[in-house]
């Protein structure tokens, strides 16, 4: 194995790499020849680091210098002071945006102090198509362990003590959903890793895939050995085109070397992994409409009960798991279930890749323990609001979450406090908004993603959507009344109560609540005509003269 | 007009309203369609396999080639109809060399789609939905396809352009003229 004495990892997920990394790995290495380094620096491209807004980004180590916005023309520069005189070069290091600090590395910078990162500890730390590099950090260990000292009714008491509940946005206590799977009787059983996100303002499972494939894959072999699977599935979506390339790198990789396939670890426990696409439906994101589309049908939704770990793929029992909430799987079964619920809330344990959108100037990916404040996460490590904005409101969970204002900017985020403020943690995607924006425009963003996304299987929703974004479409041409918005609370009721699965459910959530909060913003557009914002089209803007976010 | 499979016989009112723009397909193009099926038929749940491969290749899934997929997996044509109509992925006419993919969720919206949109319709020429004359551009909305970082964001084929302007709109479009 070969030394190297300083590595320039360049970021590689998709946020950074439509700004062509490419091109700048390529320059590192052309300068580093030029200089006579390339068999002292090794140039690596990574996962993401969380800092999008920011990218592309590049850290040398071992200083763990950190610098953003790098362009291919400044490669140059970052060779020929930093690698070859030692000196960093200032003007593109992090720039700390409430302290104004210039010189930051990567462990100093605020926006990584506050976070713990345990599903992303390898992303951006190394390079996601090399498997002895995740094995270097540890990987496989687990997979070890379980195999050859633990029993498969051992392994899941680990993960359910560790009190891990589903990332995906339903937070339902995996280790239960385990417990099901080892006790059905019936064979083959199958293990699914839904990596098909689809929720606005999510891109946590796409950026762990692209970051740290591995991880998946043994949580998932660790799942198959729990449960007694020997096959398993991951339906990606077909847009990821990253993340399926490091998974299919991935699943190559591990099965040359034994990870994966037949007799794993000669302990006679055979497992494998496929990939397969989806094809752009939103609703296949819920684990039975999943099923139907991974089996070669419409992705729509099933009748519950049966479960999935009772009836599932195939109608085989089946464990379905979140990219996410397979990505702590084997750091619980090295360190413990104990370890686990030290991090987070005693209801919620472990912690929470959160994306941030919108009006934010730190906008990307974080890791932080449950229950951390919605005001931390926005003023401490996004760094607030750009352009000196007032905070509006935030919608947490992604699309089918709730809209939460600044009174509730201090309720500690985990799954029950979110659902009792009236909101949802969701699958962790956080949209801020500033007060440039018009809610009733907003509102008819969310019921028309929905009216496009629902599967039309059920009546409630196929209709409900529909109307909802009827109404609200009204009021942004002025056409609202009061009679309307009485109708909009009925409707969000019954669609709230009948509809099959979640899609229908939450399709009322974050429209109700932009209702709750912002009642007189609806009114103002029924009665004056007008919107406040001056964002809707051919109505006035009455109360402020603000041109609105375009 | 099409190789259909006797088993299944339409009622007239029934008749999937399927448009091929082509009269018939050619026999080269099911070709490649049949080498597809090959290749996947043995996989359980072959069907979307088999549509993303079709999809891929020829960029949009003509009716004759349904037809195929039908016979070669013993299934009713209106079952991959209605499979192929159900995913916004598959379309059953053809599209633009390159299809550009508009994010409109809540996301992009906030940080200024319409602004794109209105940008890339009055560039392109065409409203959304549509296709240049000369076939070398389709325009279309997706639904979120987790770029949000970098919003708003659209997709030309499988590339990404993100933190997108209005002003941005024309050097993204010539790199593709």
Redesign the interface.
Known sequence: MQFHRAHVLVCHG??C???APQSIVDAFRGALKEHGLEQEVRVVETGCFGL??Q?PTVVVYPEGALYCRVTPGDVADIVAQHLLKGRMVERLLYREPALVKTVQTFPEAQYFQKQVRVVLRNCGLIDPESIEEYIARGGYLSLGKALTTMQPAEVVKVVSDSGLRGRGGAGFPTGLKWRFAARAERQPKYVVCNAD???????K??LILEGDPHAVLEAMAICGYAVGASRGFIYI?????LSIAMLETAIKRAREIGLLGANILGTGFDFDVEI???????VCGEETALFE???????EPRIKPPYPTDRGL?GQPTVINNVETLANIPHIIEKGAEWFRGLGTPSTPGTKVF?L???IVN???IEVPMGITLREVIYDIGGGIPGGRQFKLA?TGG?SGGCVTEELLDVPMDYDSMAKAGTALGSG?L?I?DDS?CIVD?AK??A??FV??S?GKCVPCREGTKRIYDIVDGFSRGRGTARDLELLELLARTLYMTPLCPLGQTAPLPIMTTLKYFRDEYEAHMQGQACPAGVCPGLGSGLTKEVG?? | MFPANPQYHYEKEVEPKVISSMPTTPEPVLARVDSIIAQHRET??????I??GI?QELGWIPEAAMHRVAEALSMPPD?VY??VS?????STKPKGKYVIRVC????C????A??IIAELEKQLNIKMGEVTPDRQFSLE???????????P?I?VN?????NLTPAMVSQVLSKYK
């Open positions: 998709t946020n790499s439509l700004k999008c807004e990218g996100e689809g929720e606005p303002g999510t891109f499972d796409r979506r077909g847009e990821y085109k397969r696409l989806g094809s752009g439906a939103y589309s991974l089996e070669g049908g419409r992705g195939w994306t959108c919108g009006d906008g990307g990916l919608q699309t995607a949209l908004m924006h907003i963003s969310f028309r993603f496009h996304e599967c976010a375009w | 359980l749940g072959a069907l979307m396999p549509l993303q999809q079952k209605s499979v159900f995913y916004t992925l598959f409109e969720s809540a996301p919206h906030v940080e200024g319409a602004a909305f997706t639904s979120c396809v987790g770029i949000c970082g970098v919003a964001a997709m499988d590339e990404v352009h993100g």
